[in-house]
């Protein structure tokens, strides 16, 4: 709050040269931004990791799976990047009902034991220490 426009401008326009810049209203959200966004990285770089390990698991050549993996990612994130449409609605034109995707979808999707509450177990895990490190 202490911050005036010119401080903001200057700060955004310092920082936006890598990367994007969101601005909270709250600071005491900076641990949640950094298990999202500060971490997030490693996250995507363990995805690929876990694409990988999959792929030759069921019988592709490592390398093979690491750049279909590594590929894979990058594309995504392109597309992502570059569409206006929410993530939603991406995954959802990329799904044909009842095929493949929706088959491996369907697991990742668990309410239980899918990606969505591993992610929040992760994001809470790293807010968490965050705050412990600043205490």
Known sequence: PEVDGAGRATAEGLLSAVGEVVWIADEDLIDAVTGVSGSGPAYVFHMIEAMTQAGVAVGLPHETARRLARATVIGA???????????????????????TTAAALAVLMDDKNGLPPLMTRAVTAARDRGRALAD
């Open 77 to 99: 994130a392109a597309l992502a990047d570059a569409s206006p449409e929410t993530e939603t609605a991406l995954r959802e034109a990329v799904t044909s009902p009842a095929g």
